[in-house]
């Protein structure tokens, strides 16, 4: 059974960063994709960042050229360093990774860390 364990939330004011960490245990696969996403109060939960194994990203418009993700495959870890935060930015933040073992998608989520930007 694959555990995601999420870290690095909190309280900041507006301006403050941020660095999200999320550890993946207990994989018999490769982790292919894995990202970070966001659920705030009375909203959907939606795509912040993904990062594929070889590196490729991709970022939801209203972050970009704020957070930067990057992983480390050997530890099977991914991190989200947000800068410049804003209010709107407050959510609980999901940890998602994703296997496909002979063509069978498998998506794992942590349990959320939450995000609070104070104005």
């Known amino acids: 059974q694959v555990q995601l364990v999420e870290s690095g939330g909190g309280l900041v004011p507006a301006g403050g960063s941020l660095r999200l960490s999320c550890a993946a245990s207990g994989s018999r696969y490769r982790l292919n994709t894995m990202g970070w996403h966001r659920q705030a109060p009375g909203k959907q939960r939606e795509l912040v960042a993904a990062i594929t194994s070889g590196g490729s990203t991709n970022y939801a418009d209203s972050v970009k050229g704020r957070f930067t993700i990057s992983r480390d495959n050997a530890k099977n870890t991914v991190y989200l360093q947000m800068n410049s935060l804003k209010p709107e930015d407050t959510a609980r933040y999901y940890c998602?990774?994703?296997?496909?073992?002979?063509?069978?998608?498998?998506?794992?989520w942590g349990q959320g860390t939450q995000v609070t930007v104070s104005s």
């Open positions: 998602n990774a994703q296997s496909m073992p002979y063509g069978v998608e498998y998506n794992y």
